[in-house]
């Protein structure tokens, strides 16, 4: 008898044995947007589009007061009028719009980082690591995410940045909750096992399976709590928490037009009518949950 023969394998031929690495994450990728989340992209577009370029397009400043033109009707001169000080509403329209919904991105991106870092840890690591993790994000919603921005806001009131450290800290527990559940399937699916076995190290991991997989979400994601923030931000401005006159704000405008609302409508209507576009956005980029 002769010996049994010890088979040996080189890296190639495992390699070629394996399937590619990056059309498990591929295969579990999520479907094409519906017509309802395309029409909420370009929703929430336009509007964003509105924010950057409207108040270079409408020229006025928007705290110039001209008291001999209060409340003005719509016009060739003013199109949405003007207010009980005679400023243009349509200028204090655009830069409120830019102020809320530029701000809102700069803390839902903010949050974002911290948010899918800090989930794809805990995933990871799991063990005494994640559940530490746990025990803060815990911590974070126990306390309704309006009151949180409000009590950082107390600390410098009127300041626009405890506004804006208010929101972020208040949504990165969003990201956290979304990437630790959806990074725990992909670490344990075959392709991350095979990259593994391989020797591939965690960078490569990182960028060809669980970036391709947390992606299509975090866009949707970061789409929805900047709408909330936004949300945020006209709630806090309405009830005189948040930005301070003169500066433009949506909620803040709401309430400048309220003492006016029969003689001059026009007024109220403008910024609720942003603030239900941009509601209807973020409805529709919701993604459509599948029945059972």
């Known amino acids: 008898m002769t010996a049994p023969h010890t088979m040996t394998t080189t890296p190639a031929e495992v390699a070629a044995a394996t399937p590619p690495l990056s059309r498990p994450s591929m295969g579990t990728a999520k479907p094409a947007a519906s017509w309802q989340q395309r029409t909420g992209l370009v929703l929430m577009g336009l509007l964003a589009l509105w924010a950057l370029l409207g108040p270079w397009l409408v020229g006025a400043s928007p705290i110039e007061q001209n008291l001999r033109n209060q409340l003005a009707h719509p016009g060739a001169a003013h199109w949405l009028g003007t207010d009980v000080l005679g400023r243009s509403w349509l200028a204090r329209l655009a830069h409120a719009t830019q ?47 309006l009151l949180l921005v409000l009590l950082i806001a107390a600390l410098a009131p009127g300041q626009l940045w405890a506004l804006y450290v208010g929101m972020a800290t208040a949504l990165w527990v969003e990201y956290f909750r979304v990437c630790r559940a959806m990074a725990r399937p992909v670490l344990a699916g075959d392709a991350v096992q095979a990259s593994r076995l391989l020797g591939f190290g965690r960078a490569y991991v990182l960028r060809r399976h669980l970036l391709p997989a947390l992606a299509p979400t975090l866009g949707t994601l970061l789409a929805f709590t900047t709408a909330q923030a936004v949300l945020a931000l006209a709630a806090l401005g309405f009830v005189g928490v948040g930005a301070q006159a003169p500066t433009a704000e949506l909620g803040l405008m709401i309430t400048e037009a309220m003492p006016y609302y029969e003689e001059a409508p026009w007024l109220i209507a403008a910024p609720t009518a942003v603030l239900l576009w941009l509601v209807a956005a973020m409805m529709l980029i919701q993604p459509e949950r599948e029945a059972a």
Do not use: K, N
């Open 99 to 145: 102020l809320s919904l530029g701000m809102a991105l700069l803390a839902a991106l903010s949050a974002a980082v911290p948010g899918t870092l800090l989930g794809v840890l805990a995933a990871w690591r799991g063990g005494r690591t994640e559940r530490m993790l746990l025990m803060l994000a815990d911590a974070v919603l126990a306390i309704p995410g």
